[in-house]
């Protein structure tokens, strides 16, 4: 179906079939289960609840499904560097993009901030009790989902990780070093959303965006 979509709207048969494929495992519905765990808990603040009701997926036009296919393409290779296995380099890369866009995010940002939190360990846990690819601490559990939810699941983190940066962004204003801050802990100082810009200028920035970092940080 979604094929044939993309042929009426002009892309040729075989490109259609082949960002056909690739924009299924992107589009990949939350289950149930994940949607109960990120909008029915009676303690989740109001304004978290505000940032969550509003990370839902729209369509998507031919033009941003290709969109997605470069990025992935752009992507891949920077991330063997810190995951070998392709298809976990590949299953990665397509949450990441996935859980970043639910929430309003660069996906490039996202993989900034995984690579300076846990430099894509899924079983990394800090001495602070940090824990999995986006450093969640355990008492998000109580505020966005399950007692049962393990953030050494990697899918499940990135789902935490998105949401939560996405809720402080929405707190600042957009002002993203200040989100970033209040994301490490270190609200009023500068050093981690520095490290994270560094990363995203040096291994994340895709042509075109050089002035992301003074866009942030204004």
């Given at each position: 179906?979604?094929a044939?979509?993309?042929?009426?709207?002009?892309?040729?048969?075989a490109?259609?079939?082949?960002?056909?494929?690739?924009?299924?495992?992107?589009?990949?519905?939350?289950?149930?289960?994940?949607?109960?765990?990120?909008?029915?808990?009676?303690e989740?603040?109001?304004?978290?609840?505000?940032?969550?009701?509003a990370?839902?997926?729209?369509p998507?036009?031919?033009?941003?499904?290709?969109?997605?296919?470069?990025w992935?393409?752009?992507?891949?290779?920077?991330l063997?560097?810190?995951?070998?296995?392709?298809?976990?380099r590949?299953?990665?890369?397509?949450?990441?993009?996935?859980?970043?866009?639910?929430?309003?995010?660069?996906?490039?940002?996202v993989?900034?901030?995984?690579?300076?939190e846990?430099?894509?360990q899924?079983?990394?846990?800090?001495?602070?009790?940090?824990?999995?690819?986006?450093?969640i601490?355990?008492f998000?559990?109580?505020?966005?989902?399950?007692?049962?939810?393990?953030l050494?699941?990697?899918?499940?983190?990135?789902?935490?990780?998105?949401?939560i940066?996405?809720?402080?962004?929405?707190?600042?204003?957009?002002?993203?070093?200040?989100?970033?801050?209040?994301?490490?802990?270190?609200?009023g100082?500068?050093?981690?959303?520095?490290r994270?810009?560094?990363a995203?200028q040096?291994h994340?920035r895709?042509?075109?965006?050089?002035?992301?970092?003074a866009?942030?940080q204004?």
């Open positions: 179906m979604a044939a979509l993309l042929v009426a709207a002009g892309l040729p048969p490109l259609a079939n082949e960002v056909g494929t690739f924009t299924s495992a992107l589009q990949a519905a939350p289950s149930m289960e994940q949607r109960r765990a990120v909008r029915t808990l009676p989740i603040p109001a304004s978290l609840r505000t940032t969550l009701n990370s839902l997926e729209s998507r036009s031919p033009a941003e499904i290709w969109a997605a296919r470069q992935f393409n752009d992507m891949e290779p920077r063997t560097r810190f995951v070998k296995d392709p298809a976990r590949t299953e990665l890369l397509h949450r990441a993009y996935h859980e970043a866009r639910l929430a309003g995010l660069p996906p490039e940002l993989l900034a901030v995984i690579q300076v846990s430099a894509f899924a079983e990394a846990v800090s001495s602070a009790g940090a824990v999995g690819l986006m450093q601490m355990p998000w559990i109580r505020e966005l989902g399950l007692p049962a939810d393990d050494k699941d990697p899918w499940r983190n990135l789902r935490y990780g998105c949401t940066l996405a809720h402080y962004l929405a707190v600042e204003r957009g002002d993203l070093t200040r989100a970033l801050a209040r994301y490490n802990g270190s609200l100082q500068t050093w981690y959303p520095e994270v810009m560094r995203w040096r994340w895709q042509p075109g965006e050089g002035g992301s970092r866009a942030a204004r």
